[in-house]
Nanobody, 125 residues
Framework: VQLQASGGGLVQVGGSLRLSCTAS????????MGWFRQAPGKEREFVAA????????FYADSVKGRFTISRGNAKNTVYLQMNDLKPEDTAVYYC???????????????????WGQGTLVTVSS
């Protein structure tokens, strides 16, 4: 499974961006696609994930209410709509996916087998 991420850029505080991630295939009914981010000097952290089985979404507390992950109309695509962006949202954002992940592991980056290239999001103040 290959993942193609896009949509990063430079935005001012309070602005919005939408990231997209498209998977080359969705090989399981338990397919989960998620977003992680890594800021300079920090560890990679969970941002959001979408479970294709049931259509459930999961969020880190730091982005809840500001970010929305959703399934796109295009095949095997998820979007991450990011609103009310803050300087602390500045990071390289990575799309990840797995076809056997269980929901209890959804926030663990080491559980994901497939990764896309990162896309840089910079929030300027």
């Amino acid at each position: 499974v290959q993942l193609q991420a896009s949509g990063g850029g430079l935005v001012q505080v309070g602005g919005s961006l939408r990231l997209s991630c498209t998977a080359s295939a969705r090989t399981s009914s338990r397919f989960i696609m998620g977003w992680f981010r890594q800021a300079p000097g920090k560890e990679r952290e969970f941002v959001a994930a979408y479970n294709w089985s049931g259509g459930h979404s999961f969020y880190a507390d730091s982005v809840k209410g500001r970010f929305t992950i959703s399934r796109g109309n295009a095949k095997n695509t998820v979007y991450l709509q990011m609103n009310d962006l803050k300087p602390e949202d500045t990071a390289v954002y990575y799309c990840a996916a797995d076809n056997r992940l269980i929901v209890s592991s959804i926030r663990n980056d080491y559980e994901y087998h497939y990764w896309g290239q990162g896309t840089l999001v910079t929030v300027s103040s």
